[in-house]
């Protein structure tokens, strides 16, 4: 009798790939509504600047208008999703479809982010609209589990890196975390990259590391490295957002052997998670195709890579197309996957003996079934084989 051993380095099927619980930090509440949502909203603010006005049309549209090589042209996108959230039935609403939308999706833990000062024009207060929030997502919790699925969904607040209100949005996360039952976990900076280097938000990170909380911040997106090593030695960036360009400290010799910089060595010696976004860089020109996107190299070199959907709407995306793309371009498996789950658990901003219970009780036993599954159809080929032979 020959020992059966799973086959190594199976493609995982479509199916498989949803099914398998996903573990996501990085993902934009503005850059997510549904677009039937987006007319809803629009009908009911009676915002009249929508560039269509059928639901198939428009998500088509953002898709198109973000495809467009430039980090500030994919974010002109946003001001018709942020103007269109602007009450607090709104907020209720997107965020309750956010974390439904990607439980269905086999998301089991996301960190969603939104900048509050964008959502203040319809009169809210920066505390109304991080309530708000934040009942969206405990409703689309609920919903999910009642649909069969669990997920966890945590906010992080984004001060927008061009404005001045880095420290007022750093104190509102720190007021607004260990809330029972979910809440704030951390902070963000985000928007147009050159030009406003992240050491200009320095009194907020510095108050954040005072108040012992996490923050991640956007960097080496549509800029280099300079802004990777402000973001990690002067603000101290518990991880990065992006970071795609720490490729350009790495160099791979003709002979295959690769050689780190200083920068490059850090970020793998500390384990500085970097939060891929596959879809969003080759939209924004930060990288040319999925199978020149460096996320190949880097969890080659075992850099601590995540994946991650930036802005579902804008990209057209989920967890799973990521998943799906990165699969036919590097021939991913499920151990790599769960590798990539494992790897964004260990590094969420929740307390340590939940991401562990997370790993140990949700993502490893996920995957251990999904990949036993071609023990049962081996069992069931096997046992009519010998049913025919006996
Ligand atoms: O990939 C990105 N890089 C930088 N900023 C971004 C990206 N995606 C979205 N935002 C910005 O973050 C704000 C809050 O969610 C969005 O309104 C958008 O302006
Ligand atoms: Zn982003």
Redesign the pocket.
């Known amino acids: 009798m020959t020992s059966q051993t799973a086959p190594k380095g199976t493609t995982p099927s479509s199916d498989q790939i949803r099914r398998a619980p996903k573990v996501l930090l990085h993902d934009?509440?503005?850059?997510g509504l549904r677009p039937g949502t987006i007319v809803d909203l629009a009908r009911e603010a009676g915002y009249s600047h929508l560039p269509e006005a059928d639901p198939d049309k428009l998500g088509i549209w953002f898709r198109e208008a973000a495809d467009s090589g430039s980090?500030e042209r994919?974010?002109e996108t946003?001001s018709h999703?942020?103007g269109v959230m602007q009450t607090r039935d709104a907020l209720v609403r997107v965020a309750a479809e956010c974390a439904e939308d990607l439980a269905e999706d086999g998301v089991v833990y996301a960190e969603v982010?939104?900048?509050p000062e964008?959502h203040l024009s319809g009169g809210l207060s920066l505390e109304e609209v991080v309530e708000a929030v934040n009942e969206g997502f405990r409703e689309g919790e609920r919903r999910a589990r009642a649909n069969g699925h669990r997920i966890r969904v945590g906010a992080l607040l984004?001060a927008?890196r061009h404005a001045a209100r880095a420290l007022e949005i750093a104190e509102l996360a720190n007021r607004y975390r260990d809330l029972a039952g979910g809440g704030v976990v951390g902070f963000d900076i985000?928007?147009?990259?050159a030009g406003f280097p992240p050491t200009r938000h320095l009194d907020a990170f510095e108050y954040l590391k005072r108040e012992n909380n996490h923050f991640t911040i956007?960097a080496g997106?549509?800029f280099g490295l300079p802004s990777i090593w402000q973001a990690l030695q002067w603000c101290g960036a518990d991880r990065l957002?992006?970071g795609v360009r720490i490729i350009d400290d790495i160099q791979v010799q003709a002979d295959g052997s690769v050689k780190l910089g200083r920068l490059a060595s850090y970020v793998r010696d500390k384990r500085i998670p970097l939060e891929l976004?596959p879809s969003?860089n080759l939209q924004?020109g930060a990288a040319a195709s999925y199978a020149e996107h460096p996320i190949g190299l880097l969890r080659r070199l075992h850099f601590r890579a995540t994946v991650n959907t930036?802005?579902r709407l804008?990209s057209g995306t989920s967890m799973s197309r990521e998943f799906e793309h990165l699969v036919e371009a590097f021939g991913y498996t499920l151990d790599d996957m769960q590798w990539f789950s494992v790897n964004a658990m260990k590094s969420a901003f929740i307390p340590f003996d939940e991401r562990l219970a997370m790993i140990n009780d949700v993502v490893k036993p996920g995957y251990a079934e999904l990949k036993s599954e071609w023990l049962f159809q081996q069992t069931a080929s096997t046992s009519g084989s010998v049913a025919s032979e006996g």
Not at 28 to 31: A, E, N, R
Not at 190 to 193: I, K, N, P, R, V
Request: with cysteine; charged share 15%; net charge negative.
């Open positions: 934009h509440l503005d850059g980090l994919y974010l946003f999703t942020v982010r939104y900048a964008q984004t927008m985000a928007g147009a990259e956007h997106e549509a957002g992006h976004c969003s924004t930036d802005n804008m």
